[in-house]
C-alpha cells in the first residue's frame, strides 16, 4: 500500500494568514491526488482533486499544486470557517489511501 | 442536491453482525460508483470497500476482506454493507461516499466527491 504523511500535523494560524499543507506519497501518484476537509463531528468534504482542480463550490482561496510524490494544499487568506482538519488522498494505487490529517487551529 | 444517508450502525458484540444502509438521491445512481469508508474514534480515514455502478465489480480493503461484503440495490438506490465476524477494531463511524466515476480501473482507484454524514458501529461486549 502506498503510505500517505502530512506535514505539519497540526499549525496554529491567525485570520488573514496564508497557510499551506505538504503531502507525500511513498511512491508517485502521477496527479492522482485529492484534499478534504473535516470539522468535528462532521462527514469529510471533497475540496480539491487530481492535484489541483477545485471541486464544484469551493472557494478560490484555496488551491493545490503537486505531481508524482510531493503534493501542497495553501490556503491564501485563511478565515474562522476554515479552522478544521485536513486529509489527503492517493487515488492511484490500489488501495485508495489517506493521510494522517493536518489540524489547523485559531491561534 | 446529492443526498446520502446512512442508516443501520449501533451496538455488537464482538463476532456479531450488522447491515449498513446507505440512501442515496438528487443523481443516476447507477451512473457511479460507491465506497464505504470509516474513522475509528479521533482517527483518520481508512477505505473500507468500493462498487462499481453495475454492482458487477466490488473492491475490498485487507482488513476486512471474507468478513465486509458490500453490494448495491440500483432499483433502490441503496447501498449495503453486510459486516460479519466484527471485532473491536471495526468500531468506528462509517462513511458512504459517491465516486466520480463508475468504476475502479488501473490507475483510478477513488476519488469520494460527495460524502453522507456516517453511522457510529461500536463493537463491544
Known amino acids: 500500500d502506498i503510505q500517505m504523511t502530512q506535514s505539519p500535523s497540526s499549525l496554529s494560524a491567525s485570520v488573514g494568514d496564508r497557510v499551506t499543507i505538504t503531502c507525500r506519497a511513498s511512491q508517485g501518484v502521477s496527479n492522482y491526488l485529492a484534499w478534504f476537509q473535516q470539522k468535528p463531528g462532521k462527514a469529510p468534504k471533497s475540496l480539491i482533486y487530481a492535484a489541483s482542480t477545485l471541486q464544484n463550490g469551493v472557494p478560490s482561496k484555496f488551491s493545490g499544486s503537486g505531481s508524482g510524490t510531493d503534493f501542497t494544499l495553501t490556503i491564501s487568506s485563511v478565515q474562522p470557517e476554515d479552522f478544521a482538519t485536513y486529509y489527503c488522498q492517493q487515488y492511484n494505487s490500489y488501495p485508495p489511501t489517506f493521510g494522517p490529517g493536518t489540524k489547523v487551529d485559531i491561534k | 442536491e446529492v443526498q446520502l444517508l446512512e442508516s443501520g450502525g449501533g451496538l455488537v458484540q464482538p463476532g456479531g453482525s450488522l447491515r449498513l444502509s446507505c440512501a442515496a438521491s438528487?443523481?443516476?445512481?447507477?451512473?457511479?460508483?460507491m465506497s464505504w469508508v470509516r474513522q475509528a474514534p479521533g482517527k483518520g480515514l481508512e477505505w473500507v470497500s468500493g462498487i462499481s455502478g453495475s454492482g458487477r465489480n466490488t473492491y475490498y480493503a485487507d482488513s476486512v476482506k471474507g468478513r465486509f461484503t458490500i453490494s448495491r440495490d440500483n432499483s433502490k438506490n441503496t447501498l449495503y454493507l453486510q459486516m460479519n465476524s466484527l471485532k473491536a477494531e471495526d468500531t468506528a463511524v462509517y462513511y458512504c461516499a459517491r465516486d466520480l466515476n463508475v468504476d475502479f480501473w488501473s490507475g483510478y482507484y477513488g476519488f469520494f466527491d460527495c460524502w453522507g454524514q456516517g453511522t457510529l458501529v461500536t463493537v463491544s461486549s
Open positions: 438528487g443523481f443516476t445512481f447507477s451512473n457511479n460508483a
